[in-house]
């Protein structure tokens, strides 16, 4: 997706009543909107008509991933049912939203649709996050790991089926051991604790994104502060870069560090080109996937491969 986008054109129904949707890409196989605890369906049907009420209100609450669909896209028939099962999975904690491009087009207008699939996150009435095309299950867990936890605490209601909000979590023991190894700056420890939640738990959007941090942290201590001005001084040189950017982004100049690699990946081929790709999907992952600097950089990236 490229430029804002604008959902306001979807806030009023429309006027008569929309067709019914032809059935989902997936075919009989296809998971149905089986409700969770609470009586609310995970996976829904969505039109011009009911947009408002099913994605903007809800996602006041919840995060809604939108699965912009069509029936004649093959890509979709691999997506959906992924989406749709682990939509069941997480029990209520986001909603899928399916929406047929060509029964609404509005709705493919107004998120600037340029190619199916696209699958938009939805947080307090604004996209969050985007992607376009098939994916492997495991980016798709990352993916909307990292949206549920750049939503968490930021929404007006309690996910769905959670139980009453004014009552404090439990402190996890393997949290506190993991950082009072980060407080007391012994990185490898930290990493170790952290890895130890994943092992049990390799979803567990807190300590993905935790031990990333500290990875990152670890990385970074060994590289010289003068590594901008090396990399500046030698353009072709891969390993520079990468030094560079880390000291960038260490520095708060996540710009600088993302324009640096994706000027990279626009005059490399091969395995250096997969290589700097690898790295700028591992310093995005640093951020918040709802950050402006993040989405222009991914959205610049996109342009730089194809």
Same mark, same amino acid.
């Given at each position: ?18 067709p019914?949707?032809?059935p989902?890409p ?22 011009e008509a ?26 979709c028939?691999?997506?959906?049912p ?14 899928l939203a ?10 493919a207008?107004a998120?600037?649709?340029?190619s199916? $699939?696209?699958? %938009? &996150?939805?947080? @307090?009435?604004?996209?969050?996050? /985007?992607?376009? !095309? +098939?994916?492997?299950?495991? *980016? ?10 750049a939503v ?9 089926g ?10 996890? $023991?393997?949290? %506190? &051991?993991?950082? @009072?190894?980060?407080?007391?700056? /012994?990185l490898? !420890? +930290?990493?170790?604790e952290? *890895? ?13 994104g935790?031990?990333?941090?500290v990875r990152?942290?670890?990385?970074v201590q060994?590289?010289d ?7 500046? &001084?030698?353009?072709?040189?891969l390993?520079a ?6 000291v960038?982004?260490y ?23 997969t290589?700097v ?10 951020f918040?996937p709802?950050?402006?600097?993040v989405?222009?950089a991914?959205r610049?990236?996109?342009a730089?491969?194809y």
């Amino acid at each position: 997706m490229t430029g804002a986008v604008d959902l306001s054109v979807l806030k009023e129904r429309a006027t008569t009543p929309p067709p019914p949707p032809p059935p989902a890409p997936t075919g009989e196989g296809a998971a149905p909107a089986t409700p969770d605890g609470t009586g609310l369906p995970v996976v829904i049907e969505v039109t011009e008509a009911t947009f408002e009420a099913e994605v903007l209100v809800r996602s006041q609450q919840i995060p809604v991933v939108v699965d912009l669909w069509a029936t004649w896209c093959e890509p979709c028939k691999q997506l959906s049912p992924l989406l749709e099962k682990l939509a069941l999975e997480a029990g209520g904690t986001w909603v899928l939203a399916k929406v047929d491009v060509d029964a609404n087009p509005r709705i493919a207008q107004a998120f600037g649709v340029q190619s199916v $699939p696209t699958v %938009v &996150a939805i947080a @307090a009435g604004q996209p969050l996050a /985007d992607f376009q !095309g +098939a994916q492997p299950e495991p *980016q798709l867990r990352q993916w909307l790991a990292a949206v549920q936890q750049a939503v968490a605490g930021k929404l007006s209601g309690p996910p769905v089926g959670a139980g009453d909000p004014d009552e404090p979590e439990p402190e996890d $023991p393997r949290f %506190v &051991a993991a950082e @009072a190894a980060l407080d007391g700056g /012994d990185l490898a !420890g +930290a990493e170790a604790e952290f *890895q130890k939640i994943l092992d049990e738990e390799p979803t567990n959007a807190e300590a993905l994104g935790a031990i990333r941090q500290v990875r990152f942290l670890a990385r970074v201590q060994s590289i010289d502060p003068g590594a901008v001005g090396a990399a500046d &001084a030698a353009p072709e040189d891969l390993e520079a870069q990468l030094r560079a950017a880390d000291v960038e982004v260490y520095s708060q100049a996540p710009d600088a560090a993302f324009t640096r690699l994706i000027a990279f990946v626009a005059r490399s081929a091969g395995d250096d080109k997969t290589l700097v790709r690898t790295r700028l999907l591992d310093l995005f992952d640093l951020f918040d996937p709802a950050e402006p600097v993040v989405m222009t950089a991914r959205r610049k990236l996109a342009a730089a491969l194809y």
